[in-house]
């Protein structure tokens, strides 16, 4: 693993063996969440990856009078217990994209189409759906067919990259077990994108699901604060993340065979600590693997 660092966001990567016959070289982007992207798209251009995986919350599209999800069934889905929501309420107030829709004035829903505008004309980009994408609107899904990207919620797909075939899987913050199930038995080199790590411990580690080369993941930010952070190797002790609260074991780095990327922004209103933003780059097909 190594740490490139680029104005505030850093490039981390990482080597992940597999059958396959040659290598790929991919990036993994997550929790855009309708910023300015020009940093991450700076090191897009720069490292020319063969694939770019985008791990959810690309956008935001929370708007309670549009979604047909409430506040309380989302948290259902990510497993939020009701004893927990008032603790993961007061966090939301600290969550500068946490208000209803077009009354949020820290992002532009311009963002996330302009990413995407640039991102496919580096590399094929696939994107995964995140817990700030209650819902896609129909010009979303317009925007992505146009610009040839491939969306996958609760679906997969079949890719063939510099020659190698990936079979590659989106599972949604509104997971759907039994597409998982069928996924994880087919044959290939198959990649996850996953944007709850928090899934990987509920829902695959320790399950006959657990058949991917890859899993890459995001949502957690890095834990926002890192304590006693160092840098490189020495990230620190993160303070908390969505999903598993204080002290978050699934929080950056790579633990087996799932990659969590601390993301390229930040929504909170308390600013990042010890915990810059993040680009990985996975070469995959590599001769060695590095471990957290």
Request: net charge neutral; charged share 20%; proline share 5%.
């Given at each position: 693993m190594k740490n490139n660092k680029q104005s505030k966001t850093i490039t981390t990567t990482?080597?992940?063996?597999?059958?396959?016959?040659?290598?790929v070289h991919i990036a993994l982007i997550s929790d855009v969440h309708d910023r300015c992207?020009?940093?991450?798209?700076?090191?897009?251009?720069?490292?020319?990856?063969?694939?770019?995986?985008?791990?959810?919350?690309?956008?935001?599209?929370h708007d309670p009078v549009v979604s047909p999800w409430t506040v309380e069934q989302?948290?259902?889905?990510?497993?939020?217990p009701r004893t927990r929501t008032w603790f993961f309420n007061i966090v939301r107030k600290f969550d500068g994209s946490a208000s209803s829709g077009e009354q949020t004035k820290r992002w532009n829903k311009a963002n996330g189409y302009r990413f995407l505008e640039e991102a496919v004309k580096i590399a094929p980009v696939v994107l995964g759906v995140g817990n700030h994408e209650w819902y896609h609107t129909e010009e979303?899904?317009?925007?992505f067919k146009d610009h040839g990207v491939v969306f996958l919620d609760n679906r997969d797909c079949e890719l063939t990259v510099k020659g190698q075939k990936l079979l590659i899987g989106g599972m949604s913050t509104r997971y759907d077990l039994?597409?998982?199930?069928?996924?994880?038995?087919?044959?290939?080199?198959?990649?996850?994108?996953?944007?709850h790590p928090d899934y990987y411990p509920k829902y695959i580690k320790d399950t006959n699901r657990n058949t991917?080369?890859?899993?890459?993941?995001?949502?957690?930010?890095?834990?926002q604060w890192r304590l006693f952070s160092r840098?490189?190797?020495?990230?620190?002790?993160?303070?908390?993340?969505?999903?598993?609260?204080?002290?978050?074991?699934y929080s950056y780095g790579q633990y087996d065979n799932m990659i969590v990327s601390a993301g390229v922004s930040n929504t909170a209103n308390i600013p990042r600590f010890g915990n810059p933003c993040e680009v990985v780059m996975i070469q995959l097909g590599g001769s060695s693997s590095n471990n957290k």
């Amino acid at each position: 693993m190594k740490n490139n660092k680029q104005s505030k966001t850093i490039t981390t990567t990482y080597n992940i063996p597999t059958q396959l016959s040659g290598s790929v070289h991919i990036a993994l982007i997550s929790d855009v969440h309708d910023r300015c992207p020009d940093a991450a798209l700076s090191i897009l251009h720069q490292q020319q990856p063969d694939l770019i995986l985008v791990a959810g919350d690309l956008m935001e599209r929370h708007d309670p009078v549009v979604s047909p999800w409430t506040v309380e069934q989302m948290d259902e889905w990510q497993g939020i217990p009701r004893t927990r929501t008032w603790f993961f309420n007061i966090v939301r107030k600290f969550d500068g994209s946490a208000s209803s829709g077009e009354q949020t004035k820290r992002w532009n829903k311009a963002n996330g189409y302009r990413f995407l505008e640039e991102a496919v004309k580096i590399a094929p980009v696939v994107l995964g759906v995140g817990n700030h994408e209650w819902y896609h609107t129909e010009e979303d899904l317009q925007f992505f067919k146009d610009h040839g990207v491939v969306f996958l919620d609760n679906r997969d797909c079949e890719l063939t990259v510099k020659g190698q075939k990936l079979l590659i899987g989106g599972m949604s913050t509104r997971y759907d077990l039994e597409w998982l199930d069928q996924f994880s038995q087919k044959d290939g080199v198959k990649i996850l994108i996953c944007h709850h790590p928090d899934y990987y411990p509920k829902y695959i580690k320790d399950t006959n699901r657990n058949t991917f080369a890859l899993i890459v993941a995001g949502h957690a930010h890095g834990g926002q604060w890192r304590l006693f952070s160092r840098g490189g190797r020495k990230r620190g002790i993160p303070v908390f993340a969505p999903g598993q609260g204080l002290f978050p074991r699934y929080s950056y780095g790579q633990y087996d065979n799932m990659i969590v990327s601390a993301g390229v922004s930040n929504t909170a209103n308390i600013p990042r600590f010890g915990n810059p933003c993040e680009v990985v780059m996975i070469q995959l097909g590599g001769s060695s693997s590095n471990n957290k």
